[in-house]
């Protein structure tokens, strides 16, 4: 069993940043790929970004490639998204997912590729 917990979202104005951090519970986190969803109100949850586990591969939706960075630190067993530049579109329930069984550098994008999910953090970006 794998247990994240999402910390760092809120409420922040047009233009600004907020990084968030997700810590994972398994010894195992050095070999999990990591991805962060999204869901906005009256929204389906959709893919964010994700990295894989090893080299480090990373993959990011259109809508926040520039803007974006995910990063991981297996010695804290922790996975972060730094999110600049931020909009009113990106308001949603941010949630980290770990996936487990997938080769070295590979970065799965699809909801059903995580086993295991965060409670989810609201971020909130004010116009």
């Known amino acids: 069993q794998v247990q994240l917990v999402e910390s760092g979202g809120g409420l922040v104005q047009a233009g600004g940043s907020l990084r968030l951090s997700c810590v994972g519970s398994t010894r195992t986190f050095s070999r999990a790929a990591m991805g962060w969803f999204r869901q906005a109100p009256g929204k389906e949850r959709e893919f964010v970004a994700a990295?894989?586990?090893?080299?480090?591969?990373?993959y990011y939706t259109d809508s926040v490639k520039g803007r974006f960075t995910i990063s991981r630190d297996n010695a804290k067993n922790t996975v972060y998204l730094q999110m600049n530049s931020l909009k009113p579109e990106d308001t949603a329930v941010y949630y980290c997912?770990?996936?487990?069984?997938?080769?070295?550098?590979?970065?799965?994008?699809?909801?059903?590729?995580?086993?295991?999910w965060g409670q989810g953090t609201q971020v909130t970006v004010s116009s």
């Open positions: 997912s770990a996936a487990l069984g997938y080769g070295l550098g590979i970065v799965p994008r699809r909801q059903n590729q995580y086993a295991y």
């Open positions: 990295i894989s586990w090893g080299v480090g591969n990373t």
